[in-house]
C-alpha cells in the first residue's frame, strides 16, 4: 500500500491523512466545488475535483481519480460510501484495496432486518419486533399491534437518527409510518421500516470490535453513547459508566460473536441497547443488539484515547493483510475520556441547523484535551453537508477529570460568525447528574430545564464581564498564579455600563496600587487581582477565590463562561421589542422544502398546532404555531423551496 485516497472531507479526511503520513504513505483527497479550500484538501499530498452534482457520493468518479493518480487504496471514512457494498465490490474489480470489510459482510449488515436475523441465528439477543418483508399498511398495522405500543419504526437502512419514528398508540401509527418511510427513501433510497418493541429506559452502548483476515477478532471494550438528541448522538465516553465486570465482558464477546458469524475483517462496532427496567438477579440490565456500523465510528477517538491504540492505523494494517497488532489478553483501559459533538445549530430554535461563515474558531489546548477539526477561521459551514465544527475531546485518568477537562475546553472554546451548540454542551457534561453516571437516551429531554439557557446573572459574571470589557490587553508579564498569566495595566479608573435583560449595572474599575483595584457598582464585591491568561482567559482572586472565566466580546455582547455555565451580556441597552409582529409571523428557520401544508387562510390554530413541514438537512421539521390565532395568509405551498428567514405563514 503505497498511497491511499480517501474518499471523505472535514475532519475525518484529515484524520486519515495524518496517520498515513506517520506511516510513510502518500495521500490523495478529491473534493467538491464547496470543499475546494478546506484545510483537508490543502493537507492530502494530490487533490482531486469531483465535479457533477453526486460528489462524494460518485463512486466511479473516486475510482477514476485513484486510477489516474496512482492511488492502490481507498479508505472511505464515514458517511457517504463507507458501508456501500457495491462501491467496495467495483474496488476491488478495479484491483484497488479497500480500507474496510469484506463486501458479503457490509451486506448482511447493511439493513436493519438482515443484520438482526443474522444476530438471532448467532445467538446474540435481539429486541423483540418485526422484520418483515410484507411492507403494506395493513401488514405494518397488524404486526404494530402484535408488538404492542409503544414500539419504534425504524427505516432498514436508516441512521443517524433518520427514518426513525417513535409511536405511543395505534391512532399516530400511520402518520408516523408515512414519515419514517419519506425519510427512508430521502435519505437512504429505501422505505422499507421494520418495528421494534421501544425500550421505555434505554442506554446506548456500543463496543469497538476489530478482525483481520487471519481468524483473529477482538474488541476494544465499550462506549456509552446515551446523551442523544432526536436520535442522535451528543456526547460519548469511554468506557461506559456504572456497568459491573461481568456486563462489560458479556458485550465484549457478543461483539466478537457478531464479528466471526459474518465473516468480518477491518473496523467495526457493534451498537447495544440496553434495558434498564428489565434485570437480571445480579442487577445487570438486559442487553439487545441494535445494529452494527461496518466502519470507523465518528466517536472513535475516545477509544484511542483508554487504549491508546490509533484505529485508522489497525484499518490500514489490516486492510494490507497484516495480523492484529494485539491480541485481547494485550488491550488494556487507561483512565476515562469524553467527545463532545461541536455543531453549528442554534439551541434556541430547536437546535436547527445553523449557516454561515466562521469568522473566529480558537480552541483552549491543555492536558488530555484533543480537537479534531476539519473547518478553521473562514470556512463557510453550509447546508450541503453535515453542520459539525469539531470534536472536542478530554481524556483524564478519572471519568471526574475527563469530564472537568472537557468542560475547560468547551468554556475556551471560541466560535464566532454563527450560532452553535457550544454553551449547551458544557452545561451538559457539567450536570450533577450526568456527573453521577445517571445516563439514558433521555436525559437530555428529562433534564431541560437544567440544560436552559440561565435566567439570572450572578455577581461574578457581570465583574468578569466588566473586566474583559472594561480593560485593555495587558502588554506585562505577571508571576500571579504561577506566572501564567498577564497582569491588568487599569487606567485610574474605568467604567463599563452592561445590560442582562432589562436590567442595566453601572460598574467602575479603579486602581488602587499594589496590583489591587477597587470594583464599585457590584453588590459585595471590593477589592480584587485579575489576570489574563491567553486573549479570552481571565483570571480573578474574589476574596480569596480563585475564578477561572473565558471573555469572547462580540456585536453589543460579551460571552462570559464560568464552570460550564454561559451568559451573553449586553453591552448595549437592549432593543425595544416590536409588538406588532409578535409570534404570528412563522419565518423559514433554515433553507428547505415544503413537504406539507397544514392550515389555510382563515383557519383558527391554537398554540402548538402544526403549520407546515420542512425538510431540510434530509430529515423533517415540524413548525408548530407559537401563538393562538387565525391563519392570516399562507406564503407557500408544497413543493416549494424556500430561503433561510422567508416569510412562511401570518397569524392575526
Not at 461496518?294 to 483508554?306: A, D, K, M, S, W
Given at each position: 500500500?503505497?498511497?491511499?485516497?480517501?474518499?471523505?472531507?472535514?475532519?475525518?479526511?484529515?484524520?486519515?491523512?495524518?496517520t498515513?503520513?506517520?506511516?510513510?504513505?502518500?495521500?490523495?483527497?478529491?473534493?467538491?466545488?464547496?470543499?475546494?479550500?478546506?484545510?483537508?484538501?490543502?493537507?492530502?499530498?494530490?487533490?482531486?475535483?469531483?465535479?457533477?452534482?453526486?460528489?462524494?457520493?460518485?463512486?466511479?468518479?473516486?475510482?477514476?481519480?485513484?486510477?489516474?493518480?496512482g492511488?492502490?487504496?481507498?479508505?472511505?471514512?464515514?458517511?457517504?460510501?463507507?458501508?456501500?457494498?457495491?462501491?467496495?465490490?467495483?474496488?476491488?474489480?478495479?484491483?484497488?484495496?479497500?480500507?474496510?470489510?469484506?463486501?458479503?459482510?457490509?451486506?448482511?449488515?447493511?439493513?436493519?432486518?438482515?443484520?438482526?436475523?443474522?444476530?438471532?441465528?448467532?445467538?446474540?439477543?435481539?429486541?423483540?419486533?418485526?422484520?418483515?418483508?410484507?411492507?403494506?399498511?395493513?401488514?405494518?398495522?397488524?404486526?404494530?399491534?402484535?408488538?404492542?405500543?409503544?414500539?419504534?419504526?425504524?427505516?432498514?437502512?436508516?441512521?443517524?437518527?433518520?427514518?426513525?419514528?417513535?409511536?405511543?398508540?395505534?391512532?399516530?401509527?400511520?402518520?408516523?409510518?408515512m414519515?419514517?418511510?419519506?425519510?427512508?427513501?430521502?435519505?437512504?433510497?429505501n422505505?422499507?421500516?421494520?418495528?421494534?418493541?421501544?425500550?421505555?429506559?434505554?442506554?446506548?452502548?456500543?463496543?469497538?470490535?476489530?478482525?483481520?483476515?487471519?481468524?483473529?477478532?477482538?474488541?476494544?471494550?465499550?462506549?456509552?453513547?446515551?446523551?442523544?438528541?432526536?436520535?442522535?448522538?451528543?456526547?460519548?465516553?469511554?468506557?461506559?459508566?456504572?456497568?459491573?465486570?461481568?456486563?462489560?465482558?458479556?458485550?465484549?464477546?457478543?461483539?466478537?460473536?457478531?464479528?466471526?458469524?459474518?465473516?468480518?475483517?477491518?473496523?467495526?462496532?457493534?451498537?447495544?441497547?440496553?434495558?434498564?427496567?428489565?434485570?437480571d438477579?445480579?442487577?445487570?440490565?438486559?442487553?439487545?443488539?441494535?445494529?452494527?456500523?461496518?466502519?470507523?465510528?465518528?466517536?472513535?477517538?475516545?477509544?484511542?484515547?483508554?487504549?491508546?491504540?490509533?484505529?485508522?492505523e489497525?484499518?490500514?494494517?489490516?486492510?494490507?493483510g497484516?495480523?492484529?497488532?494485539?491480541?485481547?489478553?494485550?488491550?488494556?483501559?487507561?483512565?476515562?475520556?469524553?467527545?463532545?459533538?461541536?455543531?453549528?445549530?442554534?439551541?434556541?430554535?430547536?437546535?436547527?441547523?445553523?449557516?454561515?461563515?466562521?469568522?473566529?474558531?480558537?480552541?483552549g489546548?491543555?492536558?488530555?484535551?484533543?480537537?479534531?477539526?476539519?473547518?478553521?477561521?473562514?470556512?463557510?459551514?453550509?447546508?450541503?453537508?453535515?453542520?459539525?465544527?469539531?470534536?472536542?475531546?478530554?481524556?483524564?485518568?478519572?471519568?471526574?477529570?475527563?469530564?472537568?477537562?472537557?468542560?475547560?475546553?468547551l468554556?475556551?472554546?471560541?466560535?464566532?460568525?454563527?450560532?452553535?451548540?457550544?454553551?449547551?454542551?458544557?452545561?451538559?457534561?457539567?450536570?450533577?447528574?450526568?456527573?453521577?453516571?445517571?445516563?439514558?437516551t433521555?436525559?437530555?429531554?428529562?433534564?431541560?430545564?437544567?440544560?436552559?439557557?440561565?435566567?439570572?446573572?450572578?455577581?461574578?459574571?457581570?465583574?468578569?464581564?466588566?473586566?474583559?470589557?472594561?480593560l485593555?490587553?495587558?502588554?506585562?508579564?505577571?508571576?500571579?498564579?504561577?506566572?501564567?498569566?498577564?497582569?491588568?495595566?487599569?487606567?485610574?479608573?474605568?467604567?463599563?455600563?452592561?445590560?442582562?435583560?432589562?436590567?442595566?449595572?453601572?460598574?467602575?474599575?479603579?486602581?488602587?496600587?499594589?496590583?489591587?483595584?477597587?470594583?464599585?457598582?457590584?453588590?459585595?464585591?471590593?477589592?480584587?487581582?485579575?489576570?489574563?491568561?491567553?486573549?479570552?482567559?481571565?483570571?480573578?482572586?474574589?476574596?480569596?477565590?480563585?475564578?477561572?472565566?473565558?471573555?469572547?466580546?462580540g456585536?453589543?455582547?460579551?460571552?462570559?463562561?464560568?464552570?460550564?455555565?454561559?451568559?451573553?451580556?449586553?453591552?448595549?441597552?437592549?432593543?425595544?421589542?416590536?409588538?406588532?409582529?409578535g409570534?404570528?409571523?412563522?419565518i423559514?428557520?433554515?433553507?428547505?422544502?415544503?413537504?406539507?401544508?397544514?392550515?389555510?387562510?382563515?383557519?383558527?390554530?391554537?398554540?402548538?398546532?402544526?403549520?407546515?413541514?420542512?425538510?431540510?438537512?434530509?430529515?423533517?421539521?415540524?413548525?408548530?404555531?407559537?401563538?393562538a390565532?387565525?391563519?392570516?395568509?399562507?406564503?407557500?405551498?408544497?413543493?416549494?423551496?424556500?430561503?433561510?428567514?422567508?416569510?412562511?405563514?401570518?397569524?392575526?
Amino acid at each position: 500500500m503505497k498511497k491511499i485516497l480517501i474518499a471523505n472531507r472535514g475532519e475525518i479526511a484529515r484524520r486519515v491523512i495524518r496517520t498515513a503520513h506517520r506511516m510513510g504513505i502518500a495521500t490523495v483527497a478529491v473534493h467538491s466545488a464547496a470543499d475546494a479550500d478546506a484545510p483537508f484538501v490543502r493537507e492530502a499530498g494530490q487533490a482531486v475535483a469531483l465535479v457533477g452534482e453526486r460528489g462524494y457520493l460518485d463512486g466511479e468518479a473516486i475510482i477514476a481519480a485513484a486510477k489516474r493518480t496512482g492511488a492502490d487504496a481507498v479508505h472511505p471514512g464515514y458517511g457517504f460510501l463507507s458501508e456501500n457494498a457495491d462501491f467496495a465490490k467495483a474496488l476491488k474489480k478495479a484491483g484497488i484495496i479497500f480500507i474496510g470489510p469484506p463486501e458479503s459482510a457490509m451486506r448482511v449488515m447493511a439493513l436493519k432486518d438482515t443484520a438482526k436475523a443474522a444476530m438471532k441465528k448467532a445467538g446474540v439477543p435481539i429486541t423483540p419486533g418485526y422484520q418483515g418483508t410484507d411492507q403494506s399498511l395493513v401488514r405494518l398495522q397488524k404486526a404494530a399491534e402484535g408488538v404492542g405500543y409503544p414500539l419504534l419504526i425504524k427505516a432498514v437502512a436508516g441512521g443517524g437518527g433518520k427514518g426513525m419514528r417513535a409511536v405511543h398508540n395505534a391512532a399516530e401509527f400511520q402518520e408516523a409510518l408515512m414519515a419514517a418511510q419519506r425519510e427512508g427513501e430521502t435519505a437512504f433510497g429505501n422505505p422499507a421500516v421494520m418495528l421494534e418493541k421501544l425500550i421505555q429506559r434505554p442506554r446506548h452502548v456500543e463496543v469497538q470490535l476489530f478482525a483481520d483476515n487471519h481468524g483473529n477478532a477482538v474488541h476494544l471494550f465499550e462506549r456509552d453513547c446515551s446523551l442523544q438528541r432526536r436520535h442522535q448522538k451528543v456526547i460519548e465516553e469511554a468506557p461506559a459508566p456504572g456497568l459491573s465486570d461481568q456486563l462489560r465482558h458479556t458485550l465484549g464477546i457478543a461483539a466478537v460473536t457478531a464479528a466471526h458469524a459474518i465473516g468480518y475483517a477491518g473496523a467495526g462496532t457493534v451498537e447495544f441497547i440496553l434495558d434498564l427496567d428489565t434485570v437480571d438477579a445480579d442487577g445487570d440490565p438486559a442487553f439487545y443488539f441494535m445494529e452494527m456500523n461496518t466502519r470507523l465510528q465518528v466517536e472513535h477517538p475516545v477509544t484511542e484515547c483508554i487504549t491508546g491504540e490509533d484505529l485508522v492505523e489497525w484499518q490500514i494494517r489490516v486492510a494490507r493483510g497484516e495480523v492484529l497488532p494485539k491480541q485481547q489478553d494485550e488491550l488494556t483501559v487507561t483512565g476515562w475520556a469524553m467527545e463532545a459533538r461541536l455543531y453549528a445549530e442554534d439551541p434556541d430554535s430547536g437546535f436547527l441547523p445553523a449557516t454561515g461563515t466562521i469568522t473566529v474558531l480558537e480552541f483552549g489546548a491543555g492536558p488530555g484535551v484533543r480537537i479534531d477539526t476539519g473547518v478553521e477561521t473562514g470556512s463557510r459551514i453550509g447546508l450541503d453537508y453535515d453542520p459539525m465544527i469539531a470534536k472536542v475531546i478530554a481524556h483524564g485518568a478519572t471519568r471526574s477529570e475527563a469530564i472537568d477537562r472537557l468542560v475547560g475546553a468547551l468554556d475556551a472554546t471560541v466560535v464566532s460568525g454563527l450560532k452553535c451548540n457550544r454553551a449547551f454542551l458544557a452545561r451538559l457534561a457539567d450536570t450533577a447528574a450526568f456527573r453521577a453516571g445517571e445516563v439514558d437516551t433521555g436525559f437530555i429531554p428529562r433534564h431541560a430545564a437544567a440544560l436552559a439557557a440561565p435566567t439570572a446573572c450572578p455577581v461574578p459574571a457581570l465583574l468578569a464581564a466588566a473586566l474583559g470589557v472594561g480593560l485593555p490587553h495587558p502588554a506585562a508579564h505577571s508571576s500571579l498564579f504561577g506566572g501564567h498569566a498577564f497582569r491588568i495595566n487599569l487606567a485610574a479608573q474605568t467604567h463599563v455600563r452592561l445590560w442582562w435583560g432589562d436590567e442595566r449595572h453601572a460598574i467602575t474599575l479603579r486602581a488602587v496600587g499594589g496590583g489591587r483595584w477597587r470594583v464599585g457598582g457590584l453588590l459585595g464585591v471590593g477589592e480584587i487581582t485579575a489576570v489574563r491568561s491567553g486573549p479570552h482567559g481571565l483570571c480573578i482572586d474574589l476574596a480569596g477565590t480563585l475564578l477561572t472565566a473565558t471573555v469572547v466580546p462580540g456585536d453589543g455582547t460579551v460571552d462570559v463562561r464560568l464552570a460550564g455555565q454561559s451568559w451573553l451580556i449586553g453591552t448595549r441597552p437592549p432593543r425595544v421589542k416590536d409588538a406588532g409582529g409578535g409570534d404570528g409571523r412563522v419565518i423559514a428557520p433554515m433553507p428547505g422544502r415544503v413537504l406539507a401544508v397544514d392550515v389555510a387562510p382563515g383557519q383558527a390554530v391554537a398554540e402548538g398546532d402544526r403549520l407546515l413541514v420542512l425538510e431540510a438537512m434530509k430529515m423533517e421539521h415540524r413548525l408548530l404555531a407559537r401563538t393562538a390565532g387565525t391563519v392570516r395568509c399562507v406564503h407557500v405551498a408544497v413543493g416549494d423551496q424556500v430561503a433561510d428567514g422567508m416569510m412562511l405563514v401570518e397569524i392575526a
